[in-house]
């Protein structure tokens, strides 16, 4: 398994946010850059497109083959509109190329590849999240990190839960002792963190799942990779049972 090679799953919300998408970029940017990763892949979620593609599919009844494709379509318009607000950003969707550089910091549109390949399940369950950790295992990586809006995964008594394996999340959600709600920088939002394939992948695949926090104001990616002490990173890891 590599260890200074890493997939980044950056979430709708952050994406649509100017400022919270230039923070996450900002600190990718900086560990790239250090050296701390040499290559780092970027997969970008569906954001508002995939939901509305979910929402015509709910009132037209796309199909589970239309909609998953349209979906996934979605993550490269997204990949796209990452380029043009950065243009050092590559878009690659070779492959191949990603695998052979020596470093590499790029955005991948993962259309074609999963098009060709098309190994995941064609329904809702499967979402940007389960890409990334199935992409992070095609790379031979040990770990696959979501940069969401929210700081991680929450009990019952709005505390966040550092390490959770697969077993565990399953039990806490069906015995309901999963906050529904979850604390970010300024309020209480709803909290979906995770879709509903990811576990899955991830006793699969063997591969940890890290959730950081991307939004402005704090530097919990940075924080996570520089080994700060432990009790002061936020985070949430999913392990395999």
Not at 62 to 82: E, Q, R, T, V
Not at 100 to 124: G, M, Q, T, V
Not at 174 to 181: D, V, Y
Request: net charge neutral.
């Amino acid at each position: 398994m590599l260890h200074n090679n890493a997939v980044f799953k950056i979430g709708g919300k952050i994406l649509e946010d100017n400022k919270n998408l230039e923070c996450t970029i900002s600190q990718l940017k900086k560990l790239y850059e250090d050296n701390t990763l040499q290559k780092i892949i970027i997969i970008p979620g569906g954001g508002s497109y995939a939901n509305f593609i979910r929402s015509i599919d709910k009132n037209l009844v796309l199909g589970d083959d239309l909609a998953h494709w349209m979906a996934i379509f979605s993550m490269n318009y997204n990949g796209k509109d990452l380029n043009r607000l950065f243009p050092d950003l590559e878009c690659v969707d070779d492959f191949k190329s990603i695998q052979s550089a020596k470093r590499i910091f790029c955005i991948f549109l993962p259309y074609n590849y999963l098009r060709k390949k098309d190994e995941l399940p064609h329904n809702w369950d499967v979402t940007s999240d389960s890409i990334a950790i199935y992409i992070s295992n095609i790379l031979n990586l040990n770990e696959c990190y979501l940069i969401k809006d929210v700081e991680g995964i929450y009990n019952k008594n709005n505390e966040i839960i550092k390490e959770i394996s697969t077993i565990q999340y399953r039990e806490l959600k069906k015995s309901e002792r999963l906050a529904e709600i979850g604390l970010n920088q300024d309020n209480l939002k709803k909290s979906k963190p995770i879709d509903s394939y990811l576990l899955t992948l991830v006793d699969k695949y063997k591969i940890s799942c890290i959730l950081l926090n991307g939004t402005l104001q704090n530097l919990r990616i940075i924080n996570y990779f520089k080994n700060i002490e432990l009790e002061n990173r936020v985070y949430t890891k999913i392990n395999f049972s």
